[in-house]
């Protein structure tokens, strides 16, 4: 991952959104080391990029399998000036960022399971952890991120769930700094949108995306 063409392929909102870039080979979390840079006092926006996690996560504290190259982990820190009642529905947004900028880059057919699941054929391509950090009356949020790109047999064996990989739905992959930017741009640019406009403007692209859009409904009396 190369910094610098990284930055060229950002849009303005991007741009204007991340002042510091931390590109590392391998980390225990980004979202972990993206916390303690806002307990050791960093005011500024920031972006942590890295190869491996060796204690990635999800939610409710699950593992996230994170091996070396095989996928793309980054967590994205910027002031929050919204209330904490507005993560839920910034957690869908960004959800509904990753879809898009992936569906940029060819990959079709992509669901989301709430809140944070990115899916292909009810395989989880990705996921996404939130995490509000309040240090000296400021709210920061760490917009945590990963996507498999490139899984092994062995890791793909030893995960509990069906997974899939961005390599087995596009074919040809785009460079690692064409994926992060594309996801960052888009992020970036519906952040903003959200920030002025509320969800409002995201409702529909989540329900069009909802894997359980038409599923049925089965009620069970007790």
Not at 40 to 57: D, F, K
Request: glycine fraction near 6%; charge should be neutral.
């Amino acid at each position: 991952m190369n910094e610098h063409v990284l930055r060229s392929l950002l849009n303005v909102e991007a741009e204007q959104s991340i002042s510091k870039v931390q590109i590392v080979d391998e980390i225990d979390s980004t979202n972990s080391e993206s916390l303690r840079q806002i307990q050791s006092g960093a005011t500024e926006n920031r972006l942590v990029v890295a190869s491996s996690q060796t204690a990635g996560r999800g939610r409710r504290g699950r593992q996230w399998l994170s091996p070396k190259n095989a996928g793309l982990y980054f967590s994205l820190t910027r002031s929050f000036p919204l209330e904490a009642s507005a993560l839920q529905s910034l957690s869908l947004v960004t959800a509904i960022s990753v879809v898009e900028a992936l569906h940029e880059l060819g990959a079709a057919k992509l669901t989301l399971k709430w809140p944070n699941d990115v899916l292909y054929e009810k395989r989880k391509l990705g996921g996404i952890l939130l995490e509000l950090q309040l240090k000296e009356a400021t709210r920061f949020l760490v917009f945590g991120i990963g996507v498999n790109i490139n899984l092994p047999a062995d890791s793909i064996a030893s995960i509990d769930r069906p997974v899939v990989d961005l390599q087995s739905i596009v074919g040809e992959l785009p460079t690692p700094e064409a994926l992060l930017a594309a996801l960052l741009n888009q992020l970036c640019r519906n952040l903003y949108d959200y920030e002025r406009n509320g969800f409002s403007n995201f409702s529909r692209r989540w329900n069009e995306l909802d894997c359980y859009r038409l599923s049925d409904i089965v009620i069970q009396n007790g």
